[in-house]
Every structure is written in C-alpha cells, then in structure tokens.
C-alpha cells in the first residue's frame, strides 16, 4: 500500500474552532471509580446518534466486557451529544469513552480539546502502533502537532467523488474522466442526455475535495503552508485554480449542478435528496464518503453499484488523489475511569475489534482491515488506496485562537459562497469566493492558538 501524504498541523479535518487556550492538561487526581450493583467497575460511553449506527457499539460493548469480566459498559446515544454533555459537564459529571468527531458545526471536540478537557493518550497509541496502519492515525491523534495523541481515530474512508459504476466507466454509457477537461466534456454530454454531471449532499462536503485540490494544484509544499495559512495560498494561480474550477461545476449558468441542489441542502434531512438523485441518475457525481451505501440502503436500487472515483487531475497525466476522513474517539481528562477507557480504546485497536468493525462495513486503521471487509462494493471503494496512481491525502489545517475572533464563522467563509455561486446569488463570483478566502487566511493567522 502506498504512503499516505499527512500533515500533522493540527489533527483536524476541518479548520479547528477554539473556544480557549491550549493547555494540554488533565486531572492528576485520582478519583474513585463507580461501580454498579455487582461491584463492577462502570464504563460510561457516549456517542453521537447516527452515523454508523448503535449495533456496532453494542457487539463492541458485549465483546469488551467478556474480556474484562469486571468491567460493564454503558452505552448512552444522543443526537444532540455537545448539548448533554455541556450540560453534565457544568456539574461534574464526565464520561469515561465519547465518539463525536473533530470537524462537525458544533465544534464540540475542539473546544474540548483546547481548553484542557481531553486525556493524553500517547502512552495507548505507542502501545497499539505496531497493530496500525499509523498513516491514517498520526496526523489526527495528534492533534496540536506536537507528537503526543489525544484522540483516536477509529475508521477511516476515501472521500473521493462517488458514482454509479453501471453507468460510468469502461464500456458503460460514459466515460470515466480523468481530467477536469474531461469532468466538464462529460458533463455537456450528460446535459445532452437529459441528466446533470454533480450534486452535493451539503456544502460542507466540499471539505475534502478542497482538501485534495490544494494538494494537487501545487505541490507537498504548497499544501503544506496553504494548512498553516501561508500567504499566497489563494491569491496565486494555484488557489485561482480551485475557486475557479468549483465555480465552473456548480454555477448555474453552466448547467452542470442538479437544479434542486442548493435547496435540498438548506433544508432538515434535505441531504438525503441530493444524494437519492445521484442514485437515481439524476446527477452522475457526487462528493462523500464509504458511509453512503449503509446511509442510502434502503432506497438504492439492487442494480446499483457504488464507485469512487479520485478527484480529476487538472491537466493531462496530471496528479489523481483521494483525501481521507477519519471518525475518532476520546477519553475526557476528568473521566472517573481512564484506566478502563484506555483499555476499551486498546480493544478497539485490537484484531476482534477490527473485526467487528468489519461486520458493520466499517474499515478501522488496525492492519489488514481492508481485507476483512465482505460486502462487494465496500471492497471496491476501498481499492482506491492500492491504485499505484492515486496519491491518498491526509491533512488537518492549523488550529486558531477563536476567542479572538468571536464572530467569525470559518466553514460559513470557506464553504458559503458554493451555495452563494450555484444559487446564482446577485454578485457571486469565484472571483469575490476566492477575495473572501484571502482575507479568511490573514484573518487566521495572525490568531494562532496559545499553547503552553
């Protein structure tokens, strides 16, 4: 398998939303551990509601406990996780193990993070290393760049443009693109035939193709310094090249975006719609990630066929890459059970963890979890990553100090103005996307988190 390109910044998928200081701490005290009715030591998990699903948890919960007959789980999920534990927090109750991303509008992880409030764990990931494939770990567990691991990613999927392989590819009614030439010929056919080239769920998912692009418009060291903010990202042909490619494929004008897109994608649950027309033919690409064919099962067709395709080089023989999206766990540092949090955290690095996983088509970093995996179109989509042609990419901007900047909204600057451009907004242009971009990346870095 190829070396994953990483950048370990910060160890986000998304610009970090600091809500303070850096102080990478814990609680030093020890503190008495609950126990349950039987004299079993209480586990409290705490997961956000959705995503990959509760039966997961429970087969990993019913595995744990009968390794560590001391030992019960509780499983607890919420839709609105941040909410709750915000609310125990206040008067100090803590959990023990919780699953909820860095990335999401909430910024719930980060703030936990830079305010001192998640456990060091480096001394779990050095022990179950040799277990990894620590290419698709490091750059995430290590959150503020400074070698020690305070969350831990737990799958991985490529974030590439989806589609249906009975329609595209070799022999079938298109051709698969292989260029953004081609992406854009392809899509003056399409509008031939009655359909349209693209689609997104929302506007946030336009993190990793971004993510990829700025890899592929310069090289490792422009993607490099454009993560850390670096001046002249955006204003210089190679940032010019992504604004104005994205704003060519969802611009109204040009007939290249499904016409219900950006209206479906404002409304409660309206993703699912942009995603069934890509399912239905209505559009033929899309942005998103493995998670889609379990999130879209019911309503996918049986001749249907999932792909994922990297994203279009932007000139011939050019660069194809794939970016990558982790899910992660993590130990508050006022748990009331670390020791068994670390403990569940090594089990879920283990080979029965990955193979649970596995049941529940979900590929953990443990090695060889590719191979576990039994359902058909799940293994193609993860054939990307043994494309010797495709370079899979790995990276996390710079976090920054957000109490300095109270009103700045960062995935509304990065990702608006695609909504903005594709409805046609009076004055929306990759022009003032890519100003806007500019003055985002000054605004950042002149307010780099502080750290102790």
Not at 226 to 233: F, H, I, P, R
Not at 339 to 350: G, M, N, Q, V
Request: glycine share 8%.
């Amino acid at each position: 398998m190829k070396k994953l390109l990483k950048v370990g910044c910060s160890a986000l998928v998304l610009a970090t939303l600091v809500a303070g200081c850096g102080s990478k701490g814990g609680d030093d005290g020890k503190k008495e551990v609950p126990t349950n009715a039987d004299g079993k030591r209480i586990l409290k998990f705490d997961a956000f509601s959705g995503g990959n699903g509760e039966e997961v948890w429970k087969d990993m919960k019913e595995a744990f406990e009968k390794a560590n007959s001391d030992v019960v789980v509780e499983l607890r999920f919420e839709q609105d996780l941040p909410a709750v534990l915000n609310k125990e927090n206040a008067s100090g109750t803590y959990s023990d193990v919780v699953y909820y991303n860095l990335g999401q509008a909430t910024a719930f992880t980060e703030t936990q993070l830079n305010s001192g409030e998640v456990l060091d764990i480096s001394d779990v990931m050095k022990e179950v290393s040799g277990n990894l494939d620590t290419q698709y770990v490091d750059a995430v567990a290590q959150y503020f760049g400074d070698g020690k691991s305070y969350v831990a990613p737990i799958m991985y999927t490529p974030a590439g443009l989806y589609y249906n392989t009975e329609l595209i590819g070799e022999g079938k009614k298109y051709a698969m693109p292989t260029t953004w030439d081609d992406m854009f010929a392809l899509g003056d056919k399409a509008k031939e035939n009655g359909t349209t080239l693209f689609t997104y769920p929302v506007k946030g998912y336009f993190d990793m193709t971004i993510m990829g692009m700025l890899y592929q418009a310069g090289n490792e060291e422009y993607f490099t310094n454009a993560l850390k903010y670096a001046e002249g990202t955006w204003d210089s042909e190679n940032g010019k090249k992504i604004t104005d490619t994205i704003a060519k494929l969802v611009d109204k004008k040009n007939g290249y975006l499904y016409a219900d897109t950006v209206a479906n994608a404002n409304v409660d649950k309206g993703f699912t719609k942009n995603q069934q027309a890509m399912i239905d033919g209505k559009a033929l690409f899309m942005p998103n990630g493995s998670w889609i064919v379990n999130e879209m099962k019911e309503t996918t067709p049986k001749d249907f066929h999932w792909g994922v395709m990297p994203l279009p080089a932007f000139e011939k023989d050019g660069q194809r890459v794939v970016s990558t999206f982790t899910e992660q766990v993590w130990v508050p540092a006022k748990a009331a059970n670390p020791d068994d949090a670390k403990a569940f955290i090594k089990f879920l690095y283990s080979e029965e963890g990955a193979k649970i996983f596995a049941k529940y088509n979900v590929v953990s970093p443990v090695k060889g979890s590719q191979d576990l995996i039994e359902d058909q179109q799940l293994k193609d989509l993860f054939s990307v990553y043994k494309d010797e042609t495709v370079k899979p990419v790995i990276g996390n901007y710079a976090a920054y100090d957000a109490t300095k900047l109270p009103d700045l909204d960062f995935k509304k600057t990065m990702y608006g103005p695609i909504d903005d451009i594709a409805s046609g907004k009076d004055g929306a242009t990759a022009e003032k996307w890519n100003s806007e971009l500019v003055e985002l990346w000054k605004t950042v870095a002149a307010n780099p988190i502080a750290t102790k």
